[in-house]
């Protein structure tokens, strides 16, 4: 019963305002969002869960992963304030590796196995792999999508053009 309500309390630290990592909390200074901002370039701020909604008007949100981008955990009994991975590689319609910050307590992981498990193949629902277990962790965690980055979005953008309109 301990060990899961310290996983709880872990989980719990992937908030975070502008100040996080001068500010410690219960699990010291290193959280999801401002890894994931420092990563991305994001100009978002919060709970993890609340970027879902803070990127509404400020960047495209999708249902389908693609390299730079931000995954989106909700709000959850496990992930009070939700959580986010920056997506390193697509490895199929529904296996990506993702790098996040405190998933395992105090950590930063990369190339971590993220498993699309929900019914319509749409990464709302999704099993994350857990490190002491060494296999996918036995949770299904809820989702939003994904945040695409601006520079992402620009460098799409760039590629769409055809030569001779430079």
Request: with cysteine.
């Amino acid at each position: 019963m301990a060990l899961g309500f310290g996983f709880c309390l872990s989980l719990a630290a992937c908030g975070g305002g502008p100040r996080e990592y001068g500010r410690a909390s219960f699990n010291g200074p290193l959280q999801c969002a401002p890894y994931a901002r420092a990563k991305t370039g994001v100009a978002l701020y919060g709970a993890a869960a609340s970027w879902w909604r803070g990127a509404s008007g400020k960047y495209r949100r999708t249902q389908t992963p693609a390299q730079g981008e931000i995954l989106v955990f909700r709000s959850s009994g496990r992930l009070p304030s939700g959580h986010v991975s920056v997506v390193r590689s697509t490895v199929s319609s529904r296996k990506i590796l993702v790098e996040h910050a405190n998933w395992e307590p105090g950590r930063i992981d990369r190339s971590v196995p993220v498993i699309d498990v929900s019914r319509d193949n749409d990464w709302s629902l999704v099993r994350v792999y857990w490190a002491p277990i060494k296999n996918l962790g036995s949770r299904a965690y809820p989702t939003y999508g994904f945040i695409v980055p601006r520079d992402l979005d620009d460098i799409a953008r760039l590629q769409e053009t055809p030569d001779h309109a430079m």
